[in-house]
């Protein structure tokens, strides 16, 4: 089955051709560990994770490469650990580890690779160090800037005028540089910031020089796909394209690009300068969303809803209608075995530049089928295994622990059904509501009682 990505590059859908079928290598734009990451930050995380599952599947588990970096050298980090008084290493891998046990618990698996930039700084020497010579880059007043008008490809994936790009860039006017557009790969550290030793004395390195070096010390100067989220197109990808190109003698940093669209409340991008943003933490752990505290799975069932580069609404609803729906399907599947293959349906709409959407209509019709059908089951089992919907036995047993026990439900209906005989209306409302607190409407009708779980 032939892959389809949406490149950003082109902007255009294309057949995706791995450069090397035996180990096919994609980079994803991790964190700054400066603090805890938010709902929309888990975006990403779980689309790619489907990309890397479908990649896995489509090449064999040994093959696929999947880079994930670590930003744990970066302003804000350093800012941080300040204000709260700790150290540096103290914050990162603090926040590192609780973004790993976050990136967990919504079902992904773990990237192949996780490299820090604190662990990259040789390699980020080195190539500054090549675009210097390249005459890509200069060295002045303890920094090292990349020189933009040396690059007469600049652009090419965000396809913006000069002007919108500076603007974008919020561009620094600083003294030392030659033209207003060009950026930090190096700047000189003094007392209390962390400094490595380079040619132009103790400093740091820029954001984005730490991405070109860290993708090209795991997946080498040209792998196949490189993705984040939208808003890293400008400056964040159209720099590393720069610096690695300029470092590489205009070979490709990579083939294809991929980026995800926002998660939006009331509209809005969620974000840390907005100050509209929960966190993954506080929506699972903390019954800050809704006053409830919310399994993994339904965040990630309620985020592959949509198609990656559309925008999501995030709203209470829709957490709720996903919850509903995945511990029906996590007690329909309980003590089903997943069969071997995966369905062409799921996988055909998946092979489609990820249409999550049109692979989840796949899954309704498989889930009505699957109320009568073993066979249907069994499928339904296996797309929801390979989507990481269906993770463990835990969180299946989770899922159905808190949905409705139908049992339950019956006895209960069979009491009200009986106070209702005996006139005792008292009882019979005192057990509608009892029912409504588990999440189950009733209705009487002609035929008797019928109930359903509330969405
Ligand atoms: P940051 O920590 O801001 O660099 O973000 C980490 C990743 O999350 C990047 O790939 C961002 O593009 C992505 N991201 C940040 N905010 C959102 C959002 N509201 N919706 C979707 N992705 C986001
Ligand atoms: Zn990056």
């Avoid at 990349?146 to 006017?173: C, N, Q, T």
């Avoid at 003094?190 to 954001?207: H, I, L, Y």
């Avoid at 009200?416 to 607190?437: H, Q, V």
Wanted: glycine share 6%.
């Amino acid at each position: 089955m032939a892959l389809t990505i949406y490149n950003t590059l082109a902007r255009e859908k294309q057949v995706f051709e791995p450069i090397d079928r035996t180990n096919v290598r994609m980079y994803v734009c991790g964190p700054t560990v400066y603090d805890f990451a938010h709902i929309g930050n888990a975006r990403p995380v779980i689309v790619f994770d489907v990309l890397f599952r479908l990649l896995r599947h489509l090449y064999g588990e040994k093959h696929v490469t999947y880079v994930r970096n670590i930003t744990d050298v970066e302003d804000k980090i350093i800012a941080r650990a300040a204000e709260r008084h700790v150290s540096i290493r103290e914050l990162t891998e603090g926040t590192a580890k609780i973004y790993q046990e976050d990136a967990l618990a919504l079902g992904c698996l773990k990237p192949t690779i996780e490299p820090r930039v604190t662990d990259t700084m040789a390699e980020i020497v080195a190539m500054i160090e090549q675009l210097v010579r390249n005459n890509h880059a200069y060295a002045a007043e303890g920094h090292v800037l990349f020189h933009v008008p040396s690059d007469p490809d600049y652009g090419k994936l965000s396809r913006r005028p000069l002007d919108e790009m500076i603007a974008g860039a919020r561009v620094e006017v600083a003294p030392y540089k030659k033209n207003p557009m060009d950026f930090v790969l190096w700047k000189p550290s003094t007392g209390e910031q962390p400094g490595w030793d380079s040619p132009w004395g103790k400093g740091r390195p820029g954001w984005h020089i730490e991405c070109s070096a860290m993708s090209e010390k795991h997946l080498g100067e040209t792998f196949d796909i490189h993705a984040g989220g939208i808003d890293l197109i400008f400056p964040h990808h159209e720099n590393e394209i720069a610096q690695s190109e300029g470092a590489h003698h205009g070979k490709p940093i990579a083939n294809y690009w991929m980026h995800n669209g926002f998660l939006q409340v009331e509209g809005e991008k969620m974000s840390k300068s907005l100050g509209n943003f929960i966190t993954i933490r506080e929506l699972l752990a903390e019954k800050k969303f809704g006053g409830e505290q919310w399994h993994g799975l339904v965040l990630r069932h309620a985020m592959l809803s949509t198609h990656y580069r559309q925008p999501i609404d995030w709203t209470l609803d829709r957490l709720t209608r996903s919850r509903t729906e995945l511990m029906d399907w996590a007690r329909l599947l309980h003590d089903v075995a997943p069969s071997a293959d995966l369905h062409e349906d799921v996988l055909a709409p998946l092979s489609d530049d990820l249409n999550t959407p049109a692979a989840y209509a796949a899954l309704h019709r498989m889930a009505a089928a699957a109320r009568t059908n073993q066979e249907d089951r069994a499928h339904f089992k296996r797309a929801l295994v390979f989507l990481g919907l269906y993770d463990n036995q835990k969180d299946a047993d989770f899922l159905v622990g808190q949905s409705v026990d139908a049992a339950r439900v019956e006895e209960l209906i069979a009491k009200r059904g009986a106070a209702r005989k005996a006139k005792d209306f008292k009882e019979a409302d005192r057990i509608r509501a009892e029912l409504s607190s588990m999440g189950v409407a009733i209705e009487d009708g002609p035929g008797g009682t019928t109930w359903k779980v509330m969405s």
